[in-house]
């Protein structure tokens, strides 16, 4: 689906984020750490991939391998969940191995994917038209990854505008990133495609989701713009390298307070 824009909505029983606009790379270049060692839940032809004798899916081990695989193209969907060492596959129960291929094949969890044999941080399932699912263990994770995708578009659009003026951008405050993450109950939008520049400002629309429940049938960046709002509007001062986030309905931002 073309457009900049990411979007993004929030399950908090599991912390799994589905989104639009948040590519391999923002999830690598923001998580904590690396994880240095993967289950992959779909089959994959990758050279370093190994067979797990207990599962009977491949692995993947180091972290050099491992961003390879999640940076490199892939004829089918990239499906996996890191776990610590080695031998914790080898514990897993027939009940937890169907509970994985449930997750991969239908995209969606029995119970919560952490498991504490596996001490896993992360589930990971690519779906149609560049949509994810991740789970984080701890919703914090996201926090970074969301920062690193924010700067990456803000950067796209300035440089579509001013192609010799590279744009310096200032980290975003953990507060206003933990604004953005309390809207997503319904789902939300940051419209960088919407940006306007008003007093060597850039203004960016937050937009929230009307209808989450079309999101099924969301085929275009049309189609996910109709069932959307403005709520607030991120800023980003060229002059100060200050963010600014201004919120025009406060409800939004209070929905999922009590649940993170």
Do not use: C
């Not at 952490?114 to 949509?131: C, I, M, S, V």
């Amino acid at each position: 689906m073309r457009g900049n824009f990411v979007y993004l909505s929030l399950e908090p029983v599991t912390n799994m984020i589905y989104s639009l606009g948040i590519s391999p790379a923002d999830f690598l270049n923001g998580v904590p750490a690396i994880p240095n060692q993967l289950l992959l839940l779909n089959a994959e032809s990758a050279s370093d991939a190994e067979i797990n004798p207990h599962t009977r899916l491949q692995t993947l081990t180091g972290q050099t391998q491992i961003r390879r695989y999640l940076l490199g193209k892939h004829e089918h969907p990239v499906k996996w969940l890191d776990y610590t060492h080695g031998d914790d596959l080898d514990f897993l129960l027939p009940n937890e191995i169907a509970e994985l291929l449930y997750l991969a094949h239908m995209d969606t969890h029995i119970r919560t994917p952490f498991y504490a044999k596996l001490q896993n941080d992360y589930a990971y399932l690519t779906l149609r038209d560049g949509f994810y699912k991740t789970y984080y263990r701890h919703l914090s994770s996201f926090d970074h990854v969301l920062e690193v995708s924010i700067k990456r578009h803000l950067r796209a659009m300035h440089n579509n505008r001013w192609v010799f003026r590279p744009l310096a951008i200032s980290d975003v405050p953990q507060e206003i990133l933990l604004q953005l993450i309390q809207g997503l109950a319904d789902g939300m939008i940051i419209a960088f495609d919407q940006l306007v520049e008003r007093h060597r400002i850039y203004v960016i629309p937050v937009r929230t989701i009307t209808h989450p429940e079309r999101q099924a049938t969301w085929y275009s960046q049309e189609e996910v713009y109709a069932d959307s709002r403005e709520v607030a509007s991120l800023r980003y001062d060229l002059t100060t390298r200050e963010w600014a986030l201004s919120i025009h309905d406060n409800q939004v931002f209070s929905d999922v307070m009590d649940l993170i």
